[in-house]
């Protein structure tokens, strides 16, 4: 005896699809290309890596010695 | 679609009845249970089961309620789908994201808080100081941007370096800004594994323990460089006040020992004098690289230049007689090649023929001077070693047509016999006429003996030394390897190493203290009588670093808390308040006097009351020819190799192995990177089956060395030249293993001098280790190569004869090729840049690259991409030979951008990158190029350099990406990235500099202001810059002269660069060599 | 089934598609134009300086604080010192001073927002302009009515070219005692801007 089950309701996606099931291939085609542009741009960094030290803090502190006497000509001072 | 619904359900009623008939049946039940004897109660839940109600069978057997399974009506569901839901919320999650950044958002503008006066946002500022580089200390001009020192040029108040400075100076900038600089100090108490500490624990520590030393009685052992710092020796004359047992010793890897111990012979003191060079008409170098490697090469190479103009005075002729190939020797007019061990015997034999055949004016020498002289015979000398009679003669000729006005000078290699047979024949010659009368040198601390060493050495290994201070010098590499000081060292319960970088010496100490680089120093120096110099630092400490004078003084007052910042400066004017200014006589006031001193840099001063040893002025030398009689040895030329070790122009004794700029900077001759070599010669190669970058095994008395060869035509066959000062074990990663350590080589109890070796033996051993050169070795004598740069006109020369007779020799030999030009002429009005190189001022000394790597944030590639031609420098020396390979000339040419007029390069750029100026610069826009290289190869001289990768990024673990790097770039020149073409842009900077001064002061733009990088460092002033439509300028004149021509000036790219022919100042008229 | 669904897809959906996003790049480029270079951007500072007050009010000179403007190629923001010229004693009651003087006696530089800026690649020397005689407001708009410094021209190169060759339409004001100065051509060559 063919026992049917009550949920062989399926039917009505129909009216929403208007067609059967999205297609094996259609899928796999999909899913296949959505894979290699994961691995594609997991692979090669398109401008996501940042230069060393350009986004670090400074933590080398420049300032001039103060007792220091800064020449103002460049040329040979009559000495 | 109601209709079927309800035919389902009347399907699913049949079958639920059919099933609910079967199973379902009360009777049927209760009779199989009273059948089977079964015990179990009847269990129902409600009275309709109880009595078996039909309709509620049917409904017991069905799994779902009414209704329960009926299509849910679309009208009653909202409009909004999961699909859609699901759709939104990513839709909105991207825009949400995309709408993130502020896209607007152009960073930060930070000023200063309390912005310094002598700052101005953009402008660099200049500080006169001077260079620790090496023993001379020239006076530089350090220019700061925004309180960053970027680039080093010399000081043009400074009497000796005239404003010049060398490569070692111009790339010191690196040095500050290395990231493996040390930065605190450590404590190795097993000299083993090192932990940090702080300044006052180790200050401390070390107090207690040279107290403890000198109380027992232990020696203190300080080991430096040339100690030429007047206020320093103060300094450390406290220290052994304060610490009895203290002893100084001093040292250098090339220390003239042998000169200077020929000169006490020869003239009762050590106090060598000034030789005034630009008053030489003749000079012979006797194996002495004096342009290169010798002596104050910055000095030397002005000195020597001053005679080298075609268009002023007359040139001075240069002789060398050498074993190894030098830059001197290749720009000497006559060179004779021989081996190094057989000099002696040759100014022997040249005294014979100076002094013995003819009577030298006033000269007279004892007779059993000239018994000694009589068994030399020249033209014996001459058949024995296959050298030119010709050259000889003409030397013999000029050296007695010229007495007192010429001069020879002996190589540091060569040992003591060679340099006092050669000041007797400097003064039989009256050659002491060319000794500077009013400026000598001044030794302040005497560089210690062998025998002070060797006592050291005994004591270190008896336990007799309680405490070494290495200060800022490193002798565990540099002395020479059969002190065996590294195993004395052992013995030693307290080593202390003040350094700024690791090497051979901090990696056996207990404390390795940090110091300041020059940059952040205070100093005073003196090398001369005439002045001192004063160094001042441009920028505070970058790490926890102190001055190695602050860590005497603190030292010497025995108490960890006498440090504060400004201690050696209040030293240091403390001493010259006393000292230098109170010697001056004069009533301005000290600050006034100070602050003028270091405005300047230099101070002159007119007694050496405040330096050290009072010295023998040169008037004053005596000349004893008893000492020539006395030297019992004589240097003779064996059958086995001879050794040279010689200084490398660009490491110092090693001690800069990691600036990767000093590294890859080509050598003069062989144009070797990153290593040193075996120099052979092409004789000696083909006897012992050599090619270049083969391993050979050296053995002299001293040791043995394996070390790859490099055939270098022009060395004398049996001569072997090692450089020095490579190979460093202990240092940072640019300069770790690099080149081979020739330390093995050098003994302290040499025969003939440290550095001269003979009965050494080569022997080829299998494998080989690549050198790598930036010119292709190729063979001089293959048909298609050869003399290419004659039949190609790139180099043209002349002998100055020939010159003198016919000022127009030049363009009658090459003529005018006209040809027509496809390209349309156009006048350039205005400004109109452009370049003169004089080769004959151009020694082929590499300055200017050097120069220009620091001006342009040139990177470092490494060796293994210098190999593939890749180096980045935009400037480059040619070299080329011509003649036979045992006995080449040589000539050098500086080739950068030529700035075409009708660049070939400009053409074929798809995206227009790189384009023409009206003033006649080829310019390149870096943001523009997308990295064809289209024009690398349409470009004639080959002089664009293409990023192939970001060398920043590659070379050596991205040290060059790390932060203080970035500090060291000019900010006014792009850095480039990976894919991007560049080349010299004539300093485009500083032109756009001048064009700002121009329209501030309201004037049109003055060509001569302009100083590019390479000019502003070349020391010979070979290069001029300027605007060639100015007719009155100096470079207007240079590209209108007899001598000028354009390189490849067939082919009408009209180069903005014009080279002034060279002129070999031989006696023939003809230049043999270029016969093209 | 299949087919027609393909089919439909590809020969009104997907040409639709492209269309749509075609369109919309290319009008919300030019729309956004503007806006993309800089135009109308007026971002909030740390402290609420007003050049309206300053510049405007009290006719301070653009000089006074950007002093390096005509020597050098920035025109430098001033230090917190400079301010302190005046607010030690000027107003030092009020809130954004009171910041200010917590900023100046910390020894923090203040972090103002960029408002103009031009990509690295390009070399802007002020000094050459502002000693042409070239003010300050042909650029930068008139700041003096600012309270809140924003762009008002796009710094495009085509921008910076079009007043280059053609000066005399394109400069409205002069810096008063710089008349006489003759302001040519600018130079037009790549190297004179990018080095």
Not at chain 1, 18 to 28: D, N, V
Not at chain 2, 646 to 672: H, I, M, Y
Not at chain 2, 782 to 787: Q, W
Not at chain 2, 971 to 981: A, D, F, I, Y
Request: aromatic share 8%.
């Amino acid at each position: 005896m063919i026992m049917k089950n009550g949920l062989s309701s399926t039917n009505y996606n129909k009216d929403i699809l208007s067609s059967e099931k999205i297609g094996r291939k259609k899928f796999f085609l999909l899913t296949g290309i959505a894979a290699l542009g994961t691995a594609v741009l997991s692979a090669i960094p398109f401008g996501r890596k940042v230069v060393a030290g350009s986004t670090k803090q400074e933590s080398i502190k420049i300032s001039p010695n103060p007792h220091a006497v800064k020449r103002n000509n460049r040329q040979e001072n009559n000495g | 679609m109601p209709s079927n619904e309800t035919t389902d359900r009347k399907i699913m009623d049949k079958k639920v009845i059919d099933i609910s008939g079967e199973i379902v049946n009360p009777d049927n039940l209760k009779e199989e249970s009273r059948e089977n004897n079964n015990t179990d109660p009847n269990y129902w839940r409600s009275f309709r089961e109880l009595h078996n109600d039909p309709e509620f069978m049917k409904l017991k057997a069905r799994e779902f309620a009414d209704g329960a399974l009926d299509k849910p009506d679309l009208n009653d569901m909202s409009r909004f789908s999961r699909r859609k839901f699901l759709a939104l919320l990513s839709a909105s999650a991207a825009v949400a994201a995309t709408g993130c950044s502020n896209y607007r958002n152009q960073g930060l503008l930070v000023p200063y808080n309390k912005k310094p006066e002598e700052i101005s946002v953009g402008l660099p500022t200049y500080y006169a100081s001077t260079c620790n580089g090496c023993e001379y200390a020239c006076g530089v001009l350090i220019k700061t941007i925004e309180g960053r020192p970027i680039k080093v040029d010399g000081n043009p108040d400074h009497p000796v370096s005239k404003g010049k400075i060398c490569a070692i100076g111009q790339a010191s900038v690196m040095n500050l800004y290395d990231p493996e600089r040390l930065k605190n100090p450590v404590e190795r108490p097993d000299k083993i594994n090192s932990n940090e500490i702080q300044w006052g624990v180790a200050d401390e520590k070390i107090i207690s323990q040279l107290k403890a030393a000198a109380s027992s009685g232990k020696e203190i052992a300080i080991i430096s460089n040339t100690i030429n710092s007047p206020t320093l020796k103060k300094a450390l004359d406290d220290f052994k006040t304060v610490y009895p047992t203290a002893k100084v010793y001093s040292f250098e890897l090339f220390d003239e020992s042998t000169r200077r111990s020929a000169w006490e012979k020869s003239y009762g003191n050590q106090n060598l004098p000034i030789v005034q060079l630009d008053k030489a008409k003749v000079i012979l170098a006797l194996e002495s690289d004096f342009l290169g490697n010798e002596g104050n090469k910055i000095e030397n190479s002005m000195m020597y230049v001053k005679n080298r103009d075609a268009y002023k005075g007359e040139f001075n002729r240069l002789y060398s007689v050498e074993g190894n190939a030098t830059i001197t020797g290749m720009n000497a007019d006559y060179r004779i090649v021989l081996r190094t061990d057989a000099i002696e015997e040759f100014v022997y034999a040249l005294m014979i023929e100076i002094i013995g055949r003819e009577k030298i004016s006033g000269f007279s020498t004892d007779s059993t001077a000239m018994s000694r002289l009589q068994k030399h015979d020249m033209t014996n000398f001459i058949a024995k070693y296959g050298i030119s009679k010709t050259a000889v003669d003409h030397l013999i000729s000029d050296l007695k047509k010229n007495q007192g006005a010429s001069y020879v000078l002996a190589g540091s290699a060569l040992p003591e016999s060679t340099h006092i047979a050669v000041n007797l024949l400097n003064e039989a010659l009256g050659n002491n006429a060319l000794h500077s009368k009013d400026q000598s040198r001044i030794s302040l601390v005497p560089l210690s003996p062998k025998s002070e060493w060797e006592a050291l050495i005994s004591s270190m290994k008896g336990g007799r030394v309680g405490a070494v201070i290495h200060l800022d010098s490193n002798p565990a590499f540099v002395l020479p390897s059969d002190y065996r000081y590294t195993e004395a060292l052992k013995g030693v319960p307290l080593v202390i190493s003040l350094s700024e970088q690791i090497n051979e010496s901090t990696a056996v100490s207990n404390f390795v203290l940090p110091i300041n680089s020059m940059f952040e120093s205070w100093g005073d120096y003196q090398t001369r009588n005439t002045f001192l110099s004063l160094q001042q630092p441009v920028i505070a400490p970058l790490y926890d670093t102190r001055q190695k004078e602050e860590i005497i003084l603190a030292w010497n007052s025995g108490s960890k808390d006498s440090y504060n910042k400004d201690i050696y400066r209040n030293y240091l004017q403390a001493n010259w308040r006393t000292t230098v200014l109170a010697a001056q006589n004069t009533d301005m006031l000290f600050n006034t006097a100070w602050n003028a001193g270091l405005n300047d840099g230099v101070v002159r001063v007119t007694t050496t009351s405040s330096a050290g040893t009072a010295d023998v002025p040169a008037t004053q030398q005596v000349f004893k020819p008893e000492a020539f009689v006395a030297t019992s040895t004589l240097m003779t030329a064996g059958s086995n190799f001879v050794l040279l070790l010689t200084q490398n122009g660009n490491l110092g004794d090693g001690r800069f192995a990691n600036n990767g700029w000093l590294q890859e900077l080509p050598k003069p001759l062989s144009r070797v990177v990153w290593d040193n070599y075996a120099a052979i010669s092409v004789q000696s190669a083909k006897a012992l089956g050599l090619e270049s970058s083969d391993l050979v095994k050296i053995t002299s008395s001293a040791g043995a060395l394996e070390i790859p060869v490099f055939i270098q035509p022009g060395v004398a066959e049996g001569v072997i030249a090692v450089q020095l000062g490579y190979g460093r074990s202990e240092c940072g990663i640019v300069g770790k293993d690099v080149g081979f350590n020739a330390n093995s080589l050098v003994s302290k109890g040499a025969k003939l001098s440290p550095w001269l070796y003979d009965n050494v033996t080569v022997e080829k051993l299998g494998g080989m280790h690549e050198i790598v050169s930036t010119v292709e070795h190729y063979n001089i004598e293959e048909p298609l190569l050869k003399d290419i740069q004659f039949r190609r006109h790139i180099i043209q020369e002349g002998t100055y004869l020939q010159y003198k007779a016919d000022p127009d020799f030049l363009r009658k030999k090459h003529g005018d090729n006209e040809y027509e030009s496809i390209n349309k002429q156009y006048e350039h009005t205005g400004t109109k840049w452009g370049m003169a190189i004089d080769l004959n001022k151009c020694i082929g000394c590499g300055e200017c690259v050097i120069a220009c790597n620091v001006e342009n944030n040139i990177p470092i590639v490494g060796k293994d991409q210098v190999q593939k031609n890749r180096e980045m420098q935009w400037m480059r020396i040619d070299r080329y030979y011509s003649g036979t390979p045992e006995d080449p000339k040589t000539s050098f040419q500086p080739m950068l951008c030529q700035h075409c007029d009708f660049a070939p390069c400009e053409n074929v750029c798809p995206v227009a990158a790189t384009t023409h100026s009206a003033d006649g610069i080829n310019g390149m826009a870096y943001n523009r190029c997308v990295g064809t290289r289209y024009c690398s190869n349409n470009c004639p001289y080959k002089v664009r350099r293409f990023n192939y990768y970001n060398f920043r990024d590659r070379f050596r673990d991205s040290i060059q990406q790390e932060e203080s790097f970035s500090l060291m770039a000019n900010p006014e020149v792009t850095v480039r990235s990976r894919g991007v073409m560049e080349k010299c842009t004539f300093c485009l900077q500083r032109i756009m500099e001048e064009r700002a001064h121009a329209i501030k002061d309201n004037r049109q733009v003055i060509g001569s202001n302009v100083k590019t990088a390479c000019q502003e460092s070349c020391v010979t002033s070979a290069i001029v810059f300027g605007d060639s439509n100015a007719k009155e300028s100096e470079l207007h004149k240079l590209i209108h002269s007899d001598l000028s021509y354009t390189v490849l000036d067939e082919i009408k790219v009209k180069p903005n660069i014009t080279y002034i022919a060279k002129l070999r100042n031989v006696y023939e008229t003809e230049n043999t060599e270029a016969k093209h | 089934m299949k087919n027609f669904l393909l089919d439909y897809t590809l020969k009104v959906r997907l040409p639709i598609l492209i269309f749509t996003v075609l369109a919309v790049f290319v009008i919300t480029y030019y729309v956004s134009y503007a806006e993309r270079n800089g135009v109308g951007y007026g971002p909030v500072q740390p402290i609420a300086y007003s050049h309206k007050l300053h510049a405007g009010t009290m006719k301070i000179d653009c000089r006074y604080c950007h002093t390096d403007v005509d020597k050098s190629r920035h025109a430098n923001i001033p230090s917190a010192s400079v301010c302190m010229n005046c607010h030690t004693i000027a107003r030092k009651d009020k809130p954004e001073i009171i910041k200010l003087t917590d900023y100046y006696t910390k020894g923090i530089p203040i972090e103002w927002n960029r408002v103009h800026r031009i990509p690295d690649f390009a070399y802007f020397d002020h000094s050459v302009h502002v000693n042409k005689g070239i003010d300050c407001s042909n650029c930068h708009g008139n700041v003096a009515e600012m309270d809140v410094v924003s762009q008002v021209k796009d710094f495009t190169m085509k921008a910076c070219l079009d007043c280059h060759r053609n000066p005399e339409a394109n400069i409205r004001n002069i810096i008063p005692g710089k008349e006489d100065v003759k302001i040519n051509n600018g130079p037009t060559n790549c190297g004179s801007c990018h080095r």
